[in-house]
């Protein structure tokens, strides 16, 4: 049996990983819908994959959707890029994939499970997160390496851990994390917890978080910039929906809320 087939037919088990996962949703109901409205019109829920550093702009941008289609609900799921997209290719019903790289955004394509060309819809930088205050003085990526300073890193195979080992590499630093974080959000809760003294994250998880830490720039990160890939997926339950999404967030309205939130316009 074809191995595509065979994902399928594990989609009601994935579904019951992928609820327990999932974040609710930007409004309320039961029950799914084909989006297919009188006049087209896009009604239903549609179920959205995104990278965990869009948590905060996918929330506002999925309210603004809401109310731009009555009759629709938007429901994220969000995680590392790597997770989601490896849930996506083993069944996992859903209508949109939003990445943090095209590294991830590959698997989906490459296993058939994307419908059409993803587009490049934002771009993110990486920043030095630290506690408010900065208290250990941390200045560039070299200070990361001084004795006694504790780093947190994304995985390797998440975006964020990709781009840290190449800004890294960039500065011909070498360090040993204490942690390894499956996504973004983990390696900033460190610092916001005290628990570390640094991370490597977004700059749009430093804006979004500013209250407890600081983003401190530093120049090696323009060698690592993030290229954040959307696409409507192949088998999604709401293929309207879907397809309304994608072109939502590539709209002037979604496209000021993801500037205003500090990522770059592609």
């Known amino acids: 049996m074809h191995a595509r087939t065979v994902a399928r037919s ?3 088990a994935v579904a019951v990983l992928v609820a327990g996962l999932a974040l609710t949703g930007c409004g309320a109901g039961d029950g799914r819908a084909n989006g297919g409205g009188a006049g087209g019109r896009v009604t239903g829920p549609v179920t959205v994959f995104a990278a965990a550093s869009l948590t905060e ?6 309210k603004d959707f809401e109310a731009a289609h009555p009759g629709s609900r938007v ?8 997770a989601l997209a490896n849930q996506i290719t083993q069944g996992a019903p859903a209508d949109v994939f939003a990445s943090a790289a095209p590294t991830n955004m590959s698997t989906v394509v490459e296993a058939g499970d994307a419908d059409g060309t993803p587009s490049v819809f934002a771009r993110n930088q990486l920043v ?12 560039s990526l070299a200070d990361l390496s001084r004795p006694g300073v504790k780093v947190a890193l994304c995985a390797s195979q998440v975006p964020c851990g990709a781009a840290a080992r190449t800004a890294l590499d960039a500065a011909g630093v070498a360090l040993t994390p204490v942690t390894l974080e499956r996504d973004v959000k983990g390696a900033l809760a460190k610092v916001k917890l005290g628990e570390v003294d640094a991370a490597l994250v977004y700059r749009t998880d430093t804006r979004a978080a500013s209250d407890d830490v600081t983003g401190v720039e530093f120049p090696e990160s323009a060698r690592a910039v993030n290229d954040y890939p959307i696409v409507a997926l192949k088998d999604a339950p ?8 994608v072109a939502y967030v590539r709209s002037a309205p979604a496209q000021a809320v993801l500037a205003d939130a500090g990522f770059q316009a592609p």
Not at 128 to 139: D, E, L, Q, S, T
Not at 238 to 245: C, D, T
Request: aromatic residues 6%; glycine residues 10%; hydrophobic residues 40%.
């Open 238 to 245: 709401n293929p309207n929906g879907a397809r309304a999404f």
């Open 128 to 139: 030095i997160a630290v506690p408010r205050g900065n208290p250990k003085a941390v200045a």
């Open 57 to 62: 702009s996918f929330t506002r941008i999925g």
């Open 10 to 12: 594990r989609r009601t």
């Open 75 to 82: 429901t994220l799921n969000v995680a590392g890029s790597s």
